[in-house]
T-cell receptor
């Protein structure tokens, strides 16, 4: 099976920074995605990494190290609306594009 | 709004019954994916279609089947329903050529089996 591990929960204060780690041991690797999911809603795409390094997109950044099987999502200047579940997903092959998801990290932002 | 539509939004049915969930992908997207999300299992990939053909299969039960029609909409059929099939079912689509093949998710169908 595929192992994609994330912390279950994290809590942070409005305006702060939170880093969500994701480690993976999978049968293949063809890219890593981060999605945000508010309770009962659809996952929405945040970022994609296929090469090592940092991808920055506004308040959100994502990092990948393929040799370590490791990624993180960095959320800066936290806002109350960032309270959600953050899902790390690995695309296993270049042929079929299916994603294998981690269980998700629930981030709670407090005032 | 991702541009992916799913119907119905909610479905309540009884054990042993059969239901059909419908998905329309974003305009121009050729790939459709089905996922199941339950409280204890997270998001699980079920099946993928690309331009009408099955492309990949996950841990989809034999009681479940899917197809993609010539107009690219897809249907997921769930039969002989059990209590454990209660979950959120998401459809996602991708364009087959975009950066990273990003999947865009529909709003989901919440299925409750009583």
């Amino acid at each position: 099976g595929q192992n994609i591990d994330q912390p279950t929960e994290m809590t942070a204060t409005e305006g702060a920074i939170v880093q969500i780690n994701c480690t993976y041991q999978t049968s293949g690797f063809n890219g890593l995605f981060w999605y945000q999911q508010h309770a009962g809603e659809a996952p929405t795409f945040l970022s994609y990494n296929v090469l090592d390094g940092l991808e920055e997109k506004g308040r959100f950044s994502s990092f990948l190290s393929r040799s370590k099987g490791y990624s993180y999502l960095l959320l800066k200047e936290l806002q109350m609306k960032d309270s959600a579940s953050y899902l790390c997903a690995v695309r296993l092959t270049a042929n079929d594009y299916k994603l294998s998801f981690g269980a998700g990290t629930t981030v709670t932002v407090r005032a | 709004d991702s541009g992916v539509t799913q119907t119905p939004k909610h479905l309540i049915t009884a054990t042993g019954q059969r239901v059909t969930l419908r998905c329309s992908p974003r305009s121009g997207d050729l790939s459709v994916y089905w996922y199941q999300q339950s409280l204890d299992q997270g998001l699980q990939f079920l099946i993928q279609y690309y331009n009408g053909e099955e492309r990949a299969k996950g841990n989809i039960l034999e009681r479940f089947s899917a197809q993609q029609f010539p107009d690219l909409h897809s249907e997921l059929n769930l039969s002989s329903l059990e209590l454990g099939d209660s979950a959120l079912y998401f459809c996602a689509s991708s364009d087959g050529g975009g950066r990273g093949e990003t999947q865009y998710f529909g709003p989901g169908t919440r299925l409750l089996v009583l």
